[in-house]
């Protein structure tokens, strides 16, 4: 399945950081940015999730929540959140089942990562995935389809 711009973003319920478990349906009313990455402690998904977490605030002014998801365990995910502070939750996407429900699962199995935008109506307004694995989706791009949406 390939997920696209104009789609309903698939429902999930994901155990993640924080010792509780995390409902797509819980953002609904609200824009949100889902990140697809591959894999916790490595060079840039930390570089892609610190950057996200410097820029936090302006997701915060459009009102946009950002959950990070991967294939890693819970504990892993905690680990790597306690290191690097993340602002935003890590979900722990167990047998990659929302991965391939959104399309980021690659022909190796691997996470491509990826970055959706979803509007409060749970409707998917960026699709992007990564075409090269040491890149990542810049804060502007993921901006500049938010600030239409922002909930006021």
Do not use: N
């Not at 690659?106 to 970055?115: I, K, Q, T």
């Not at 075409?131 to 909930?151: K, N, W």
């Amino acid at each position: 399945m390939t997920l696209r711009t104009g789609d309903l973003a698939p429902e999930f319920t994901a155990p993640g950081t924080g010792g509780r478990s995390y409902s797509l349906s819980e953002l609904r009313g609200a824009p949100a940015v889902l990140v697809f990455y591959p894999g916790d402690a490595t060079p840039v998904c930390t570089e892609q999730l610190g950057r996200y977490t410097a820029d936090f605030g302006q997701f915060a002014e459009v009102g946009a929540q950002i959950w990070a998801l991967s294939p890693q365990d819970v504990e892993s995910h905690e680990r790597f959140q306690a290191a690097h502070g993340f602002a935003f939750p890590l979900l722990y996407d167990e047998g990659k089942r929302i991965g391939h429900d959104y399309g980021v699962v690659g022909p190796l199995g691997f996470y491509r990562r990826s970055v959706f935008v979803i509007d409060a109506d749970g409707v998917v307004r960026m699709a992007r995935r990564a075409t090269a694995g040491l890149s990542y989706t810049p804060t502007a791009d993921i901006l500049e389809v938010l600030r239409p949406l922002t909930v006021r």
